[in-house]
């Protein structure tokens, strides 16, 4: 017996789904050109006040004022799931005391000169539901 294979659709969900998703998610990428390269690092992020606050082992000084955050949480059996992508002004979060909370708050996976914090300010948010097809 064989089985059809199943289905899937992409649907682009609205702005205010997305940062909903975005916000209940917790692991992400950061993306961003270096030296005419794309870099993807593994990052944690909390959705506060607006903007997205991101800890990444990346080098302050290789971040560009301008970058791109991706989440997504896809099931890889059925392939149904979703994805979010934000992009917009990064700065590196210089306040000592507002550093040391996020660093408290957000988990890291290095230490040192490439463990960076970043405040970004989405000015394009994009984001879909994976599903299957209606048949």
Do not use: C, N
Not at 77 to 98: F, R
Not at 111 to 126: C, E, F, Q, S, Y
């Amino acid at each position: 017996m064989s089985t059809l294979p199943v289905s899937l659709r992409m649907a682009e969900v609205s702005g205010a789904e997305a940062l909903w998703l975005l916000e209940g998610s917790s692991l992400g990428r950061l993306v961003y050109v270096q030296r005419d390269l794309t870099v993807i690092r593994p990052a944690r992020h909390v959705w506060e006040y607006g903007r997205l606050v991101v800890r990444t082992p990346a080098p302050a000084v290789a971040v560009p004022p301008a970058a791109t955050y991706h989440v997504d949480e896809i099931r890889t059996g059925p392939g149904t799931g979703w994805t979010v992508t934000v992009s917009g002004p990064a700065e590196v979060v210089m306040d000592p005391d507002e550093a040391a909370h996020y660093r408290r708050t957000l988990s890291g996976w290095a230490h040192g000169p490439h463990d960076t914090l970043l405040r970004l300010h989405p000015k394009t948010v994009a984001g879909f539901r994976l599903d299957r097809a209606e048949a």
